[in-house]
């Protein structure tokens, strides 16, 4: 079975919630008749324009918008600039489930975790299944066997309600893999609202329903230092100017990238949670 065909058993209309009817290129919701474009890759299910969300940071927002239309490119800067993972990948996560699971990647970005992984964006980068808001995620309850969510829960505003929703779409026993940050700076994407610790991430997942949930450090406390000591340089250094600003972080988390690889050493001691970037975060309904 195809994505295609997973997809058009389980998708709902994001207007009304009624269910959908698939045609040659479009999906037609049989109660309010809201059309919604397909092809044989994509399918589009937003409401209305999901397209101009608030930019705080325009200039780094557009710079990442550009370079996930490359997807190989995107995915080398990310491994060559970006924190070591040390704890456990989302490949891993993803191991005892067959390619007949249902596999849905939230906010996926370009990023392939696997070619049977249903990847849902706001925008329709290429790698792209359904192009839909996370926030009104157009699948029917109880649909999917596992949920991938990195790095996306900083940037919705009503964290909670993505959790639900999340919690909403698995099915009973289903399991989710998510990347939450404690101690890192502001990235745009477009927007950046929240931060969490191991236990505040515990609180929320356990207050959606929740259970057997697992928190581990994902990314460890020296890529924290790196992150924070780049940008107090670069803040120290730019002349409150915004461009200089961006250019002088890139260049000092650059130089000082090299040293992030102790990671895989302190991540080992329980302490990293204290200061960790970022944590991983595995549950079961």
């Known amino acids: 079975m195809n994505k295609l065909d997973k997809l058009s058993n ?102 392939v975790v696997r070619k049977d992984v249903i990847n849902l964006d706001i925008y329709p980068f290429p790698n ?60 745009s994407s477009p927007n950046d609202f929240y931060r969490w610790t191991d236990q505040g991430l515990t609180e929320l997942f356990l207050n959606a329903g929740f259970v057997n949930i697992k928190i581990t450090v994902l990314y460890g406390p020296t890529s924290s230092l790196i992150n924070i000591f780049s940008e107090w340089l670069a803040i120290l250094l730019s002349f409150n100017s915004q461009n200089i ?4 972080y890139i260049l000092f988390y650059t130089i000082l990238s090299p040293i992030k690889f102790l990671d895989f050493i302190l991540a080992k001691f329980n302490s990293s949670k204290n200061s960790a970037l970022g944590f991983g975060i595995t549950a079961e309904k």
Not at 46 to 72: A, H, Q, R, S, W
Not at 92 to 99: D, V
Not at 245 to 248: A, D, M, Q, R, V
Request: aromatic share 12%; hydrophobic share 40%.
């Open 10 to 111: 389980i998708l709902i209309c994001p207007k009304c919630k009624a269910d959908l009817k698939m045609t040659a290129d479009e999906f037609i919701c049989i109660d309010c008749q809201s059309r919604f474009k397909h092809d044989q890759s994509r399918i589009f299910l937003t409401v209305g324009d999901n397209y101009l969300p608030e930019i705080n940071d325009k200039t780094i927002f557009e710079i990442k918008l550009f370079l996930k239309k490359f997807p190989y490119l995107y995915k080398f800067l990310c491994y060559f600039f970006g924190a070591p993972l040390v704890g456990s990948s989302p490949y891993k996560f993803i191991e005892s489930f067959t390619a007949t699971s249902t596999i849905l990647n939230i906010g996926s970005g370009p990023k």
């Open 128 to 187: 792209v299944d359904l192009v839909a808001d996370a926030g009104n995620i157009p699948i029917k309850n109880s649909s999917a066997d596992a949920i991938i969510c990195e790095s996306l829960i900083e940037h919705v505003k009503n964290p909670p309600a993505l959790i639900s929703e999340l919690y909403r779409i698995l099915k009973p026993k289903g399991r989710i893999y998510l990347v939450a940050p404690f101690i890192l700076s502001f990235h």
């Open 245 to 248: 600003h961006n250019f002088l």
